[in-house]
Structure formats: C-alpha cells, structure tokens
Nanobody, 131 residues
Framework: QVQLVESGGGSVQAGGSLRLSCAASGSPRRRCYMGWFRQAPGKEREGVAS????????VYADSVKGRFTISQDNARNTLYLQMNSLKPEDTAMYYC????????????????????????WGQGTQVTVSS
C-alpha cells in the first residue's frame, strides 16, 4: 500500500508563491508515476503536473506551464509542487496521487492525465488565491 500526506497549502494574494509537499510511504513500485491534481468547487478534478519517479521526466498542464514546478526528493520520499505567479483561478483543493502496481515501473503505462488511472490519493490541501 501507499500513503500520501499533503501539506503546504494556504491563502495567498495573486502573484504570490506556495510550495506544496507530499510525503509518501509504501513500495516504490507502487509510486512509478506521481502527480498533483486539483479540484475547484463545482468542477472536475484535473491534472496539474506529473513526474516519472524513475528518471524525473515531467509533464504539465498548459494552464500552469512556466509557473509551477514538480520535483521529488527520493531520499525523503517527498514530492513537491512549487507554485509561482499564482492566480485566483488556481484556487482549489490540491491532491497528491501515485500510480503503480506490483510489476516493475518499466511495465507501467503513463497514466497522465487520467484521474482514474492513479490508484493512490492523499487527503488534499487547500490553496486559495485572492485578487
């Protein structure tokens, strides 16, 4: 099993920055791909950024490219999301997610950006950006 615990959310003004953290535990094979998703009230959950934990390859949603950076600290089993130049439309609950199975990661297809293909989720951390 995998456990994911997010932290770092809060309230900031537009143009500000926040760094989210996701502390992960469990088998690395079950964390081949990790990502950040967000869900605003009344909207569907959407992908923000994803990383392949084996080689650090990243992908971003168009809406956050150039402003957000996903990274990982393998020694600390922690995933980060650095968010700069925040906008009011970034306001949402942010979730950390992981995808993987019992097989080696080379046999796991990239689940991005499908929410349903990530099989482990954290409880979420709220980000509120005021104008």
């Amino acid at each position: 099993q995998v456990q994911l615990v997010e932290s770092g959310g809060g309230s900031v003004q537009a143009g500000g920055s926040l760094r989210l953290s996701c502390a992960a535990s469990g088998s690395p094979r079950r964390r081949c791909y990790m990502g950040w998703f967000r869900q605003a009230p009344g909207k569907e959950r959407e992908g923000v950024a994803s990383i392949y934990t084996r080689d650090g390859n990243t992908v971003y949603a168009d809406s956050v490219k150039g402003r957000f950076t996903i990274s990982q600290d393998n020694a600390r089993n922690t995933l980060y999301l650095q968010m700069n130049s925040l906008k009011p439309e970034d306001t949402a609950m942010y979730y950390c997610a992981a995808a993987g199975w019992v097989v080696d990661c080379q046999f796991v297809s990239n689940p991005w950006p499908s929410v349903s293909k990530y099989n482990y989720w954290g409880q979420g951390t709220q980000v509120t950006v005021s104008s």
